[in-house]
């Protein structure tokens, strides 16, 4: 499945974006795993969010539980990713993945997942 990223862009300490990740050629998978991750300059890529739509369970980064939530429309066939309370180490470029064969210890594993989006950036100033 081919993945498209968008939602980035600047914005204060303290404030809001909201992601979102597109299927095209095809729908979300009734038990595809749907990623957020994220990298930021001289860094490793980090999870940061996944939604199973098997069981619409959701799983998060301790840095970002409580300020991001990820969610899915079944109906436009996304997956968002509303962060709040945002801080300027949430800066980077977000990613999203998707894959069908994602077991809970691998959710957290960037080279579990096949699919990828083409990264969006954000930026968080102080």
């Known amino acids: 499945v081919q993945l498209q990223a968008s939602g980035g862009g600047l914005v204060q300490a303290g404030g809001s974006l909201r992601l979102f990740c597109a299927a095209s050629?095809?729908?979300?998978?009734?038990?595809?795993?749907i990623a957020w991750f994220r990298q930021a300059p001289g860094k490793e890529r980090e999870f940061v969010a996944a939604?199973?739509?098997?069981?619409?369970?959701?799983y998060y980064a301790d840095s970002v539980k409580g300020r991001f939530t990820i969610s899915g429309d079944n109906a436009k066939n996304t997956v968002s990713l509303q962060m709040n309370s945002l801080r300027p180490e949430d800066t980077a470029v977000y990613y999203c993945?998707?894959?069908?064969?994602?077991?809970?210890?691998?959710?957290?594993?960037?080279?579990?997942?096949?699919?990828w989006g083409q990264g969006t950036q954000v930026t968080v100033s102080s």
């Open positions: 939604f199973w739509r098997g069981g619409s369970r959701t």
């Open positions: 993945a998707a894959d069908s064969s994602i077991i809970l210890s691998s959710v957290r594993v960037p080279g579990s997942y096949a699919s």
């Open positions: 050629g095809r729908t979300f998978g009734r038990q595809t795993t």
